[in-house]
């Protein structure tokens, strides 16, 4: 299972469930979403087993490209 953590940037935080929301280089303060999930798409998984969590900006638009997906590291 897998926890969900937005920050006030509105990045998305996706860490293995129990682990804490610190990422080296982003001060920023992370709310913790009520929900849980149990699974996850295997680039997600991939990005979890390797660095520890996924991390990606959100867009401030609804509807806007596919652009929003960056490599935040």
Known sequence: MF???ISEKRELLVVSCGSKPSVAGQPAKWRKSKKRIKSVS??????????GFYLRRLNAKHGAGSGSEQGLV
């Open 3 to 5: 926890d969900v953590y």
């Open 42 to 51: 295997t680039e997600i998984r991939s990005a979890i087993e390797s660095r």
